[in-house]
């Protein structure tokens, strides 16, 4: 071949390639860019949650857009990359139209190296391109290999089923998203598209990122609730969604049952097959956990992965597993694949009945080495698989029962007693009365090689119990009856709390929640509580929070005892304990020590004699309890309502300090079991390791012998101060008021009420 002739061909190859080239670029399709805005969001999200974008925008106090355009979803975002290198002002304008305009690749280039300085190099930027929008898969690409190298920081990546959004719903919140995996905030975003389908998300604090991708279109809606079908169409619930799909074209003519637990298979937003789960099962929950429910008769049973509970009767409602009390039936449990699948609760709860943890002697631990016990009447124990195994036990039988015995090869055992009460003396147990008695059943578990103790008895036989435990027998009967409503009200919130649910209880029997059948039951307390039978306090809809305590200082506090600021408790009044219950202003250290230092101030409670208190203390000591330098000051920082210290700080010799953040720890920090406190009717007693209450002022007297500085403690009152004073009920009941009227006094605003009318 000549040389003209090879130059020639390959020319003419290079012309094809080139064509080639033209004709691909050509045939393929733009590939969508990204708006600005909306990789603005993913951007910022991804180093910082919403609402710091918004304390941040309002603690700059200005915005790069304009007074008019500010408010737009997308300014948070934008101001805070503007500020911290994500945008450049030289690149970006501050403006609407800009926003939602495509991300261009000198944009990406620099938005990317704010996710990490590697993720920059995967913008391939060149001179031809600035400008060009930046395609959005690619966007994409690099966001969620970043997300995954910092999930742990806060941002998720999460595969979801998108099963509503605000468009298709009646009653849809603006901006929020249902999934399987929750609902969350998608300011800004597109989703009404993803429908039905799976798609991946990235999620911090609740509030979507972006999507980056469609994982699937078919998908399986897992255990849905069927509602009904009219016509040609399904309505089922997907958790709180109601949702409607048209029936396959093979099932119009079938009877499909509603009213049932169901997997709906879904191709590209088009129902193609139900599977209906007919089996039921139903007992008494006997306990439940992260991934089992133990129901009586059936032993424990594992729960699926997508495990739902429904509220079935009156208006749906779905719930969480929560709501599956312990010790009630109040459950219809579907079965599938050898799993349970969901909960339907089918009745309302009638709180009939609590369970209550038996902690060991002196109340240190909810675990017993062994259990001995006395049957008082005729007995039933039942064990082994399910409990089929029964025996019946005569009146008197002694039974020891230890880890690892045949009784408990099936982890648990009952005793059921013949006569509801004080059926069961248990010997192994020691409290203020001696050797305690119960009634209804005993529940004995084996859980790590250790005992549990369960009793499951009638709430109303339960506060028999709580009563004289918490309060004199001797005190005014409408005193007792104040109590018994704020120990059932107290009791009530505790079964729906269900804090003891993985061991079977709702409560145990110490000063963690109520002291339960330390001191005897007395024909007084059982009176009070008959009388008030079913009697509850509530605030609004929901039972109210009855917290109590011993004595005041003449002044109660408020629900922000607790932190905050009160307001989720706003029957729980700072207010002096007499008639005009006033609300002084007792915040500075100067108005309270005047307050506290004066004996005279007439309170329901101001004849008891923790009423008013006082110690000495030495800097030597108190340094040495808390591995400190003699202490040289201690300074009350702030008071919460009714003069309670909230803050306090001890410096000692060297300068060192320790903070006081609480009234507990201020109680705890200033308490000793060597203190000496000279009680208002000239009586010392000592061994109060944690003080008797948080209202007190202090003061430095003068120097201890061996050269330390001495404090003196003026305090008043005996325990935390919000809520009912016992003795201040007391004080009022001798004054002639009724129940009704002391609870009203110490919890404004709620009422009394039946509990079976309640619910």
């Not at 007919?278 to 032993?299: P, S, T």
């Not at 009530?492 to 709390?497: E, L, P, R």
């Not at 109680?667 to 007190?696: H, M, N, T, Y």
Request: one cysteine or more.
């Amino acid at each position: 071949m000549s040389k003209r002739g090879f130059i020639l061909r390959m020319g003419g190859i290079v012309v094809l390639i080139a064509l080639l080239i033209a004709l691909i670029l050509f045939l393929e399709p733009e590939r969508p860019g990204i708006s600005r805005a909306q990789a603005a969001k993913a951007a910022a999200l991804f180093a910082v949650s919403r609402e710091e974008c918004i304390q941040y925008q309002e603690e700059k106090g200005s915005s790069y857009f304009t007074e008019k355009e500010k408010n737009n979803w997308y300014t948070v975002y934008m101001d805070y990359l503007f500020d911290h290198e994500g945008l450049s002002n030289e690149y970006t304008e501050s403006t609407a139209a800009a926003a939602n305009q495509d991300l261009t690749y000198r944009e990406a280039k620099r938005l990317a190296g704010f996710l990490g300085k590697n993720y920059a190099d995967r913008v391939n930027l060149n001179q031809s391109n600035q400008k060009l929008p930046f395609p959005a898969d690619l966007w994409w690409q690099i966001y969620e290999d970043a997300a995954k190298a910092q999930e742990e920081e806060g941002l998720k990546t999460l595969d979801v089923i998108l099963y509503g959004t605000p468009n298709q719903m009646e009653n849809g919140k603006p901006w929020i998203c249902y999934t399987d995996k929750g609902d969350f905030r998608f300011e800004g975003l597109a989703l009404d598209a993803y429908l039905d389908r799976k798609i991946r998300v990235f999620v911090r604090d609740g509030e979507i990122a972006g999507v980056s991708r469609q994982v699937t279109e078919s998908v399986v809606y897992e255990n849905v609730w069927l509602e009904e079908i009219t016509g040609e169409k399904l309505f089922f619930h997907a958790g709180q969604v109601p949702r409607a799909f048209v029936l396959p074209q093979k099932d119009m003519d079938k009877d499909i049952q509603v009213h049932h637990i169901a997997d709906l298979h879904v191709k590209d937003g088009v129902l193609e097959k139900i599977r209906l789960k007919k089996d039921r099962i139903q007992g008494k929950v006997l306990a439940i956990g992260e991934d089992f429910v133990e129901i009586e008769g059936y032993g424990v049973l594992s729960l699926s992965e997508n495990f739902r509970v429904f509220k079935v009767y009156g208006e749906y409602e779905e719930q969480s597993r929560s709501n599956i009390l312990v010790g009630y039936d109040l459950q219809e449990f579907v079965a599938a694949e050898g799993k349970i699948c969901a909960a339907l609760t089918v009745r309302p709860f009638n709180g009939e009945r609590i369970r209550v943890l038996l902690m060991d002697k002196g109340f240190t631990s909810l675990f017993h080495s062994d259990v001995s016990l006395t049957l008082n009447c005729d007995a039933v124990i039942s064990y082994g698989d399910k409990e089929k195994e029964k025996k019946q036990l005569p009146a008197g039988t002694q039974l020891t029962i230890r880890p690892g015995d045949d009784y408990l090869k099936a982890q648990r055992v009952v005793i059921t007693p013949a006569r509801d009460k004080d059926g069961i003396q248990i010997d192994s147990l020691v409290r203020d009365q001696g050797t305690p008695v119960y009634g209804g059943v005993l529940e004995i578990r084996e859980e790590d090689g250790k005992l549990v103790l369960v009793n499951d008895l009638l709430l109303e036989d339960y506060l028999k119990k709580v009563v004289p435990s918490e309060m004199p027998a001797g005190y005014e009967m409408e005193a007792l009856k104040a109590q018994a409503v704020c120990a059932r009200t107290y009791a009530y919130q505790q079964i729906i709390g269900n804090s003891y649910s993985q061991h079977g209880a709702h409560v145990d029997d110490s000063t963690n929640y109520q002291v339960y059948n330390n001191v005897a039951s007395d024909a007084r307390t059982d009176t009070a509580v008959d009388e008030t039978c079913g009697k509850i306090l509530f605030y609004e809809d929901e039972p109210a929070s009855t917290y109590y305590y011993s004595t005041s200082c003449g002044h109660g506090t408020d629900g922000s005892v607790w932190g905050g600021s009160g307001e989720a408790l706003p029957y729980l009044k700072a207010v002096e304990l007499q008639e005009e219950r006033r609300c002084l202003d007792l915040h500075t250290n100067q108005a309270f020590a005047a307050f506290i230092k004066n004996m005279e101030i007439p309170s329901f409670d101001s004849g008891y004699s923790m009423y008013r208190w006082k110690a000495l203390y030495k800097g030597s000591t108190l340094g040495s309890k808390l591995e400190m330098n003699w202490i040289e000051t201690i300074e009350v920082t702030k008071r919460g309502a009714g003069g309670i210290v909230q803050e306090m700080i001890l410096t000692d010799k060297d300068g060192k300090k320790r903070s006081c953040s609480d009234q507990m720890e201020v109680r705890r920090v200033l308490g000793s079991k060597d203190l000496e406190i000279e009680r208002k009717d000239g009586q010392v007693v000592d061994g109060w390791s944690l003080l008797p209450s948080a209202f007190i002022s202090i003061e430095e007297t003068g120097t201890a012998k061996d050269g330390s500085r001495l404090f003196t403690i003026y305090g008043g009152g005996y325990g935390h101060g919000a809520g009912m004073s016992q003795n201040g009920a007391q004080g009022m009941a001798k004054a002639g008021k009724g129940y009704e009227e002391i609870l009203g006094f110490f919890y404004e605003g709620t009422e009394i009420r039946d509990v079976v009318a309640a619910y």
